[in-house]
């Protein structure tokens, strides 16, 4: 709740779920324990995120200082992480692995690909197989907020269509494609009990 929204509540009230004032005495007992357990939690939840960002950011901090030292050696500049990245132990029992994702959106000339891909679609409508039709159209919805999933894009150009058109097509999708910005993920893994593999130290509470 906001803070200036909290301050307007009279004392002894609470706001409910539709922004009504409900005086206390008239919530039940259960409702009023269940909101305390709630932000109990969510209290804790977010304690939890601060430290997770806080380990994250002096983490990656360490690796790129580690990263100067070694490049010194060679009297060289590395100027940051530009890829991936995989620190081990000596005995290589642990793992650190830094990966670099760019953010891509699509500009103006996907609509141009995507006429052409429907183009394609049409020229092969007595042959062409109604999987692939399905796979056009799944690859270009939008959701809920009207954003294109890259990856669904992606993966029409990796599909090996036999076609001048359709090469032409998947040409201008590459080139709609702009980097708006990348980021960094961190991950840590230990070597799992067969000596063969090795497993995340998972970060991600709903994977716990």
Not at 92 to 100: D, P, W
Not at 158 to 165: F, T, Y
Request: glycine share 6%; charged share 30%; proline share 1%.
């Amino acid at each position: 709740m906001n803070a200036h929204v909290k301050d307007l509540i009279p004392q002894g009230y609470r706001q409910n779920a539709q922004g009504h004032l409900v005086p206390e005495s008239a919530i039940a007992p259960i409702d009023l324990a269940r909101d305390a357990l709630v932000k109990e939690i969510v209290e804790q939840a977010r304690a939890l995120q601060a430290k997770m960002r806080e380990f994250k950011q002096r983490a990656m901090g360490d690796v790129l200082a580690f990263v100067d030292l070694a490049a010194e050696r060679y009297d060289a500049k590395v100027g940051g992480l530009k890829g991936n990245l995989t620190l081990a132990t000596f005995d290589g029992a642990y793992q650190l692995k830094i990966q670099v994702a760019d953010r891509l959106v699509f500009d103006e000339r996907l609509q141009i690909a995507k006429n052409l891909v429907d183009a394609c679609i049409h020229k092969w409508t007595e042959g062409s197989r109604m999987e692939i039709r399905a796979l056009v159209e799944h690859a270009f919805q939008t959701d809920r907020e009207g954003k294109i999933s890259t990856g669904r894009i992606l993966s029409l150009t990796r599909l090996n269509i036999d076609d001048d058109d359709w090469r032409n097509a998947m040409q201008a999708i590459r080139d709609s494609m702009q980097v708006v910005g990348s980021t960094r993920y961190l991950r840590v893994y230990e070597r799992a009990a067969d000596g063969e593999r090795y497993e995340q130290i998972t970060l991600d509470v709903a994977a716990l």
